[in-house]
């Protein structure tokens, strides 16, 4: 209840406002979030770098609705590539197509995206990551990624599958025959029981299945979570089936369990961390307060303390 509540502010216009307005609410913001700036998010990665743990920039922002903003925004994508590359980064970046124009047209979408990829292959083949959103933009997400790949040819894009869905094992199906990269996440929107598990024990029983048909069949999977149930789950298939530490990673947000993030990267697993940056950062925050009531409770102190 108090997550759909929250999952629903996310995309509440004036709650926005307020929230953005109050400077104590972007402090509480920046737990989550690298900085507002792309500089600040370099440095963040850098040290994630020197702990042997690799990263995937995400420049915060969603359902953009004129086709200048996605300009601007691709712009902005192009400017974590140059800094990865600069930097020499251990990094890849992931982009929402909301942010690219996927609630104007696909023909935008795609235009936006292949600067993107353009560039990022220019620039020693970075990996671009296509988030996966609410689900009424999944069936599109999904045929852009499929087209970017054998259409066009991009071998450095992958994609998001979220658990929750019911339709996530067939998507899995077609994107492990075309070899596309897959991050495996919970899912972190509000979605209705037409096209999602209501209840969450069986959106984590899917999460692990999912998962074994990525290491039996898919290509380098990504194990996104933060749930020791579903990582215990992951390393015991993983060492039931002898498969090689090299062939998966697992993917944690920034901010949350950094001692596991640590912990894993030092047992020898490609650990990758996922890192926000940018002044959109509301619906981000409200998705990951949604998650774990401890960050309501965190947030809620905050407040009172002033
Ligand atoms: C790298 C990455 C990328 C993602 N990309 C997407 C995407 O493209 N689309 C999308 O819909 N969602 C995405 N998500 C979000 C995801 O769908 C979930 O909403 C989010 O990860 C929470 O699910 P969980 O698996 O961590 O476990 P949950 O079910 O939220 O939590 C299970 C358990 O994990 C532990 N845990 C969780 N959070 C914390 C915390 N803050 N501190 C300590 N322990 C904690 C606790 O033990 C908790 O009981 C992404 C998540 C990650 C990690």
Redesign the pocket.
Known sequence: MLRGILLYLAHNQAMYKIVMSVALFRRMALRFVAGERLEEAVEVVRALNAKGIAA?LDHLGENVSDAAATTKATADYIAALEAIASHKLHCGISVKLTQLGLDISDELTIENIRKVLDRARELGNIYVRI???ASQYTARTIKIVHCLREQYGYTNVGT?I?SYLYRSEADIEALNASHIHV?L?????REGSRVAFPF?PDS?ANYVHLSHQLLSKGEYPSL?????K?IGAVLDYVGANEIDHSRFEF???YG??RDEQERLASDGYNM?V?VPYGVDWYPYFM?RLA??P??LLFFVTGLVKG
């Open positions: 995937s988030d996966m959103e998001v979220q991050r996440c919970k899912g972190a929107y969450k984590d996104a979570t933060h749930d020791p579903m993917q944690m947000l949350i369990r990758r996922y998705r998650e774990r401890a960050n």
